[in-house]
């Protein structure tokens, strides 16, 4: 395991799994995996599967189709954060255990430190440049995060729908999308168009398996 200075990982003598002070914000990805009742000096190859123990968020902006064609309409991000939540956990779970999720989000003893909380100007994650909006979809933030609920955490974004308006601020509260929980091992999206209005739009988010390494470092 390879996190940070702060971070340590164990296990003891039963195969339990601890981490310590493991900071998310720093966008490494952290998997485990098990191999039950191994004995005997010539076992051979032992076959691990990992699986995750953060939750993947995302999201994403697309260009609202339906104002296609309209003179003038040029959406541009200027900025987007992710806040709300707090930086590092402790964990803990039996071997056994590596396989069931809900184990796996109980595992997870998350820091109640108000310090520790991210902020509007100390995000979690943030969009590091401006960015033209398309209709393929552009990932405004890539985020690992602790299995949570989503009370309380916000996404902002500052955007604007021509080069001759002035920019426009939306705060959103995330439990107010139709998602309140972000599990371990999932991929979460989601997805809001801009309107030529000014307006954006969020779609229902997606929820997926989340099977790749992410991160670059594991």
Request: contains cysteine.
């Amino acid at each position: 395991l390879i996190a940070n200075a702060a971070t340590a990982a164990r296990y003891n003598e039963d195969g339990d799994l601890f981490v310590t002070a493991f900071d998310a914000s720093k966008g490494y990805d952290l998997m485990a995996a098990s191999a039950l009742n191994i004995s005997g000096s010539n076992t051979g190859k032992v076959a691990f599967t990992f699986g995750h123990l953060l939750a993947r968020v995302e999201f994403v902006v697309k260009r609202n189709a339906a104002s296609d064609g309209i003179e003038g309409f040029n959406p541009v991000i200027h900025s987007a954060k992710l806040y709300g939540m707090h930086k590092t956990a402790d964990f803990s779970v039996s071997a056994a255990d590596l396989t069931d999720k809900e184990a796996i989000s109980a595992g997870w003893a998350i820091s109640t430190d108000e310090s520790d909380r991210t902020t509007k100007n100390e995000p979690f994650a943030a969009l590091s440049e401006e960015i033209s909006v398309n209709a393929d979809g552009t990932t405004l933030i890539d985020a690992l995060l602790f299995p949570q609920d989503t009370i309380e955490y916000y996404f902002e974004v500052t955007y604007s729908s021509a080069s001759d308006r002035e920019p426009c601020t939306s705060t959103i509260p995330l439990v107010s999308l139709p998602l309140t929980t972000w599990e371990a091992g999932k991929h979460y999206r989601y997805t809001f168009t801009i309107s030529d209005e000014d307006r954006i739009l969020f779609d229902t988010p997606t929820v997926n398996a989340w099977g790749e390494a992410t991160g670059g470092i594991i």
